[in-house]
């Protein structure tokens, strides 16, 4: 993912793993729609789609009885499901892209050492025993839990182990359990979850394994379905079986001055809900653009500061969620099980709460509010006027408050219709390794304002154009006379981004190559765009 992103920005990563082929084992096999929304500008979304089983629901079973049904399909994204896929897959989907795009993975090739200086990284790799020596810009260590990377630049892996050990199993099954939907089963004899796969097959986790660390037997999984479910389960055609412990660990920073990590290499968790790989994924798309700007020498070396800053904070609420879920999940004491389940029933039938825990399973709620590299500019309620939207430039009291329950700075980018000269089509699909600055005429079309936006187009044209791509959005689909801006302009003539942006009065948004809001303006205004600009590029990006 990180090696794809850094081509598509125009560097020439050098891509080397250990492992002489890929892994044949299913491992991780949930992709989020937050991770398709992000894969879907590098051209293979629709590729993993596809190529997996769409999930629509999670149910859970409470000692025998329903305690909560919640569904995806309401989920606002173009993938409103989990998507069920074996991480080879994945992997290879990915790889294939990489390829495409001019990458090449080196395989079998290790690194044995690294130092770095402020200049540059001295590493040493080796393979089929030949050493070789070289000096880079930057190093990331994508290489895992026992990341060699980690170890190297000496980040302590702080955390916990669970004490109790699980089961996974990929495994054929007759019973009636609904294959549209994740399964959980709480008891007393402990906790199955079961993720339908691909090809008929299931994913199975369990807690609890056989004593001492005897291997794992299709009977030792088949008797715990039993006893969990109460279902007369028939297992067959194991293609893994294995134990596991449940470690939740993190580093205290993602980057010692050039070399970074991610992924497993700087969070390792409990698998409930299936945000690892996911994780791992973003943390990559989030350092993609960010190092490539850095490399590229257009942006000062502290914007790798806010990757630390965005991503180990949601490694962070990671961890403390999955530990939470997974305790909850394995209680024993039955007076805590009755608890469990009473709560987790009713919060289930409360839409607001299932909204939440849906959004927030398919990573649709993650923020980078706090981040340093986020921010707005607006004229506050005091700016505000009576009247209707369309009579003049300034917000009224109503558009400026769909302004600012908009998109806030470090939220996701919704996606929308609009028309183009070529004719309907989504937001997303104009989306490439560049940020992308939304002019919102509003419904006030005057020519002041028209006039006003054209000057910011033009001047963040002329001067960021390989960095932003500037797009004007219109109510209507004739572009007006006094719009000096020979450039891209779009047509919201059904008003879904006005509704998705809260954009009634002239507003600005600027939307970061990872799809989140970097910035935003009502009314839009060229110096606090300039300032923000600057936090982001550093010297490079200065007025």
Known sequence: ??????????????????????????????VHARSLEVMEPLGVADELVAGGLQVARVQLFGDGRSIMQAS???????????????QADTEAILARRFQALGGRVERGVELAALSQDAEGVDVLLRSNGAVEKLRVGWVVGCDGAHSV?????????????????????????????????????????????????????????????P?????????????????????????????????????????????????????????????????????????AHNLGWKLALVASGQADEGLLDSYHAERHA???????????????????????????????GFLSTLEVVQARIMRTTAELALSYDK????????????????????????????????????????????????YRPDGRGRLMELVDHRHTLLLFDGRAATPAGDQRLAAIARAIDARFAALVAVHVVLPGRDRPLALDWTGSCLSDLDGDLEDRYGARAECMYLIRPDLYVGFRSQPAELGPLLAHLGRVLGSRGAA
Request: net charge neutral; aromatic share 6%.
């Open 1 to 30: 993912m990180l090696g794809c992103e850094l081509l598509r920005h125009g560097l020439r990563p050098r891509l080397i793993d250990k492992s002489a082929a890929p892994s044949p084992l299913s491992k991780a096999i949930v």
């Open 72 to 86: 995806f399909e309401e989920l606002d994204t173009r993938y409103p499901f989990l998507l069920s896929i074996p």
């Open 149 to 209: 990377v980690r170890k190297s630049v000496g980040l302590d892996f702080r955390g916990e182990l669970f004490e109790e050990p699980f089961m996974l199993a990929d495994v054929r099954i007759q019973w009636d359990v609904a294959t549209d939907a994740v399964t959980s089963f709480f008891s007393a004899a402990g906790l199955l979850a079961c993720f339908p796969m691909p090809g008929g097959r299931w994913r199975l986790i369990l807690s609890g394994a």
């Open 211 to 283: 004593d001492g660390e005897a291997a794992v037997t299709l009977s030792d999984v088949e008797f715990a379905v039993r006893e969990r479910t109460g279902h007369t389960a028939m297992l067959s055609d194991a293609a893994w079986l294995a134990r596991f412990r449940i470690h939740a660990r993190q580093v205290e920073r993602y980057r010692v001055d050039r070399v970074l990590v991610a992924g497993d290499a700087a969070h390792i968790h409990s698998p409930a809900g299936g945000q690892g790989m996911n994780t791992g994924l973003q943390d």
């Open 314 to 344: 949601v490694g962070q609420s990671l961890l403390r969620a999955t530990d939470y879920a997974t305790r909850a999940a394995t209680l024993k004491n039955p007076v805590a099980r009755v608890l469990r389940n009473s709560v987790a």
């Open 371 to 418: 981040s340093p590299i986020v921010g707005q500019h607006h004229g506050g309620l005091l700016g505000s006027r009576l009247g209707r939207d369309d009579s003049e430039e300034a917000p009224t009291i109503s558009a400026h408050s769909a302004f600012v329950h908009g998109p806030a700075p470090g939220a996701r980018a919704p996606d929308g219709y609009l």
